[in-house]
């Protein structure tokens, strides 16, 4: 830390925090990129990481090839309108119900950042888990930890260097392949990915165009742009500033324990000494992916991947001090040793979330069987026969669910109606499917008392429940009344 960054005992943790907050720890003051190298992180945290990161690509990879009754566990085909979720079909009619579901997980990240600040960003954001748990996973098998990597960037192109860095940026090349075919899957289907690339790219030269660009948007993002993701173009990091408060659990550095720094010496007792626990090692520095120090305090940069911790903690166990220095704390918690609390704000955000996800089930539990629609076609008219008046209506049903559907049809409203598709009030429609065709209806001619008469057309399944209804209006001679 410059000398420029005090601390101030009680009152706060920076008094002067313009010599970092005044720019972004990758560039230099000229606005040029500062390459990160960070070391190697070990710990218990970042067991636990990689335990949640195994198991979320597990589900990234997996759920592709998962299916529910014949229909993919989510596919979100823009371009057909195709939507499945948890095996159900979802249509452009149902998209209110996506809505809201996209409302309730804002609120949910919005709650998570008030009380956990940016453990998102540091534990499940794909950014971070493909670039930490894949990408640098590489870097470090190929070209070894942090200070390996400097001196290979330090040397001239010679043959250590030429095939070290061809084999990382090749291997980076195939895992963005990878990463693109499967986020394609989630679009059009693993079935239809393993045919357009059985086909060919001269089959599918749109496809194939569009699964270059990506590739090389996430070779991009992963080989070079890196962290700048996090601290340049992720909204989220400006977002957390707005969201989180003194009752916010983040990583913190503990600087009443820690200050003042000094080098380690053995047998030295620091109290006495007016020392602090923190020895100066700059091992939380060196292990961070974004090039911060923690020890400045809170930064847009920090994504609380918990690296700092780990590697604060092995040096203390080392030198035989408290761990805990650097620790998922509260700002309260660390300056006035306040217990942490859920605040009237946390609640208000539980309690608002908790609304929507009722509501969202709600409406997902009552989003219906099936939806029709009879529509007069334009310019159509009525025609009497046989003491009886007959209206053509051209109708879409639209079957939900994951069943073939014999549906009968009925006027529910006013009586003595009936309808007649080909001779028949059954209809048959096909599980997730939309069928369309024409029906006759029919009401005896004394009946109808309008030109416009309102009427209700009611679906029936084969059990005889009522599952949609439609209304409409019914076409007939002008009577005058007296």
């Excluded at 990160?36 to 997996?62: D, E, H, M, Q």
């Excluded at 192109?157 to 084999?167: C, F, N, P, T, V």
């Amino acid at each position: 830390m410059s000398e420029d960054t005090k601390y101030s005992g009680g009152q706060g943790q920076v008094v002067s925090p313009e010599t970092f907050r005044d720019s972004v720890g990758t560039m230099d003051q000229s606005g040029k990129r500062k390459w990160v190298y960070p070391r190697k992180p070990r710990g218990r945290y970042t067991n636990y990481r990689y335990l949640v990161s195994i198991i979320l690509l597990a589900i990234y990879f997996g759920i592709p090839f998962i299916e529910i009754n014949g229909n993919p566990l989510l596919l979100i085909n823009v371009l057909d309108r195709e939507f499945y979720i948890a095996g159900k079909p979802f249509y452009p009619q149902d998209f209110f119900i996506l809505a809201l579901g996209a409302i309730a997980s804002i609120v949910f990240i919005l709650l998570f950042t008030v009380v956990f600040g940016r453990i998102f960003c540091g534990w499940i954001c794909p950014q971070t888990i493909f670039l930490e748990m894949i990408f640098r996973k590489v870097e470090y098998a190929i070209e070894g930890d942090r200070n390996k990597q400097i001196r290979l960037d330090n040397q001239a192109w010679d043959s250590e260097k030429i095939w070290k860095r061809g084999l990382k940026w090749t291997i980076f090349a195939l895992i963005s392949v990878i990463i693109t075919h499967f986020m394609f899957m989630y679009i059009v289907g693993y079935r239809r990915v393993f045919q357009i690339m059985q086909e060919g790219p001269f089959a599918n030269p749109s496809n194939f165009l569009v699964m270059i660009l990506f590739t090389g948007a996430f070779y991009f993002v992963f080989a070079w742009f890196r962290e700048q993701v996090c601290t340049l173009v992720c909204p989220y990091g400006r977002l957390q500033g707005v969201l989180i408060d003194k009752q916010t659990i983040n990583v913190f550095y503990d600087f009443k324990r820690g200050e003042n720094r000094s080098k380690w010496r053995k047998g030295e007792d620091r109290k006495a000494a007016g020392k602090g626990d923190c020895i100066a090692c700059n091992q939380c520095v060196v292990v961070c992916p974004t090039g911060i120090d923690i020890r400045d305090g809170q930064q847009l940069e920090c994504v609380n991947c918990t690296a700092c911790i780990d590697a604060c903690d092995e040096v203390m166990v080392k030198v035989g001090l408290p761990t805990g220095l650097i620790r998922y704390a509260t700002e309260d918690e660390i300056e006035q040793q306040k217990p942490f609390v859920f605040s009237n704000k946390m609640k208000a955000y539980t309690l608002v979330l908790a609304l929507l996800v009722g509501f969202l089930g709600f409406l997902l539990y009552n989003r219906g069987e099936m939806e029709a629609k009879f529509i007069k076609p334009v310019g159509s008219s009525f025609i009497i026969r046989d003491g009886r008046i007959y209206n053509t209506y051209n109708y879409t049903l639209l079957n939900k669910t994951n069943d073939k559907k014999a549906v009968t049809l009925k006027i529910t409203n006013p009586d003595h109606g009936i309808v007649s598709a080909n001779g028949t009030q059954t209809v048959v429609v096909d599980k997730d499917k939309m069928t369309k065709g024409s029906v006759s209806v029919s009401f005896p001619e004394n009946e109808i008392t309008r030109a416009k008469q309102n009427i209700t057309i009611g679906i029936y399944d084969p059990e005889g429940k009522l599952i949609d209804e439609y209304d409409t209006y019914f076409e007939g001679p002008f009577k005058l009344q007296f």
